[in-house]
């Protein structure tokens, strides 16, 4: 069975994007970004939400030609890595993804099953609707120093506490990562 991972760059208070849904308080750098290229690597499928996917594919398929070479090759690797796409309001999407516009907790169950290896779930909404029905496997925090006071928040409101244990910290010039397994 695949095992399901939910990493996101989140701010000390909590939160993946502020109020008006920026992200630039997350800029990686060279150490983080090739720490994501290389984890990126050993993914097999990636799972979107709309909103994430749309920013995803305004920026990696069309990295500037000046850009670092870091960021070229997380290009290359996100426009080529299977994509599942889950949104009711899209019609189409591209970069060697696949739209799901119905009963994502169904869809990731089929996914999850279908073979071995690891997938992410990227989108604090989609990782919302999955989390309740016990679906992810593993959290990989990357806590930046900032407080936004407000955005997005990581994890919804639940019925029951998840319990975790954490299985690897890790120290880099712009974010701290936590890396928890569910128990």
Same mark, same amino acid.
């Given at each position: &069975?695949?095992?399901?991972?939910? %990493?996101? *760059?989140?701010?000390?208070? *909590?939160?993946?994007?502020?109020?008006?849904? *920026?992200?630039?308080?997350?800029?990686?750098?060279?150490?983080?970004?090739?720490?994501?290229?290389? =984890?990126?690597?050993?993914?097999?499928?990636?799972?979107?939400?709309?909103?994430?996917?749309?920013? &995803?594919?305004?920026? /990696?398929?069309?990295?500037?030609?000046?850009?670092? $070479?870091?960021?070229?090759?997380?290009?290359?690797? /996100?426009? +080529?890595?299977?994509?599942?796409?889950? +949104?009711?309001?899209?019609?189409?999407?591209? /970069?060697?993804?696949?739209?799901? +516009?119905?009963?994502?907790?169904?869809?990731?169950?089929?996914?999850? !099953?279908?073979?071995?290896?690891?997938?992410?779930? %990227?989108?604090?909404?989609? $990782? $919302?609707?999955?989390?309740?029905?016990?679906?992810?496997?593993?959290?990989?925090?990357?806590? +930046?120093?900032?407080?936004? *006071?407000?955005?997005?928040? &990581?994890?919804?409101?639940?019925?029951?506490?998840? %319990?975790?244990?954490?299985?690897?910290? =890790?120290?880099?010039?712009? !974010?701290?990562?936590?890396?928890?397994?569910?128990?």
């Amino acid at each position: &069975m695949r095992k399901l991972n939910y %990493g996101f *760059g989140v701010s000390l208070d *909590g939160y993946v994007n502020d109020r008006d849904g *920026g992200i630039d308080w997350t800029d990686p750098d060279d150490e983080l970004h090739q720490f994501h290229n290389d =984890r990126f690597r050993e993914i097999d499928i990636s799972l979107n939400g709309r909103r994430l996917y749309e920013l &995803m594919a305004e920026y /990696w398929p069309h990295v500037p030609q000046d850009a670092p $070479a870091i960021q070229h090759e997380f290009a290359e690797l /996100w426009t +080529s890595k299977p994509k599942f796409v889950f +949104s009711r309001t899209l019609t189409e999407v591209q /970069w060697n993804s696949t739209l799901i +516009s119905e009963n994502a907790v169904e869809e990731v169950r089929r996914l999850k !099953a279908s073979g071995d290896g690891v997938m992410e779930v %990227g989108g604090a909404n989609l $990782a $919302a609707s999955l989390i309740p029905h016990g679906l992810i496997d593993e959290y990989q925090v990357y806590v +930046s120093p900032v407080i936004l *006071g407000g955005g997005t928040p &990581m994890f919804p409101s639940l019925d029951k506490r998840v %319990g975790l244990r954490l299985v690897e910290t =890790r120290n880099f010039k712009t !974010a701290v990562m936590l890396r928890y397994v569910v128990d």
